[in-house]
């Protein structure tokens, strides 16, 4: 490979980056801007969000209520805005998002890039354009068939 093509690959790398930290910085506009999101977690996954949030500014802990139709220790948790985006942001550096380039174990990056993906998921379903759309909730629970309806797969 030739100094000119490795300077076109470089090229390439870059602009791919900053197209992600583009659509990164969108993403955490759209959820600046929501007045509340909730999110389902089992308890232990709600534990990992608040960990790292928790070193962010600003961050104030919410406190997770406990499904009652649940019996497997999945929580609720309601986030303004502004706190979902700190998770958001929190999650990139864990998940070692290309332009975050993090220090996290394997099991660390892979916990957030799920956390992740599912929360960018839900949010691109929502239109900025129409005011009071509710948002759904965040579900972050895989076991086919047994998810309650909202954002989860």
Not at 40 to 49: A, G, M, N, R
Not at 67 to 93: F, Y
Not at 96 to 116: C, K, N, Q, V, W
Not at 128 to 153: K, Y
């Amino acid at each position: 490979m030739g100094l000119l093509d490795s300077l076109r690959k470089r090229r390439a790398v870059k602009e791919l980056e900053l197209h992600r930290w583009a659509n990164h910085a969108a993403l955490m506009e759209t959820a600046a801007g929501l007045s509340v999101a909730v999110v389902q977690c089992h308890d232990d996954t709600w534990q990992f969000v608040e960990r790292h949030a928790s070193r962010r500014d600003h961050w104030r802990s919410p406190d997770p209520a406990p499904m009652s139709d649940r019996q497997d220790s999945m929580v609720e948790v309601r986030l303004s805005g502004p706190q979902l985006a700190i998770a958001i942001e929190a999650l990139a550096i864990v998940a070692d998002i290309p332009f975050m380039r993090g220090h996290y174990t394997a099991e660390s990056r892979a916990i957030a890039t799920r956390l992740y993906v599912e929360i960018r998921d839900v949010l691109k379903q929502y239109d900025a354009g129409e005011p009071g759309v509710a948002i759904p909730a965040i579900v972050l629970d895989d076991q086919i068939g047994t998810a309650p309806t909202g954002g989860g797969r």
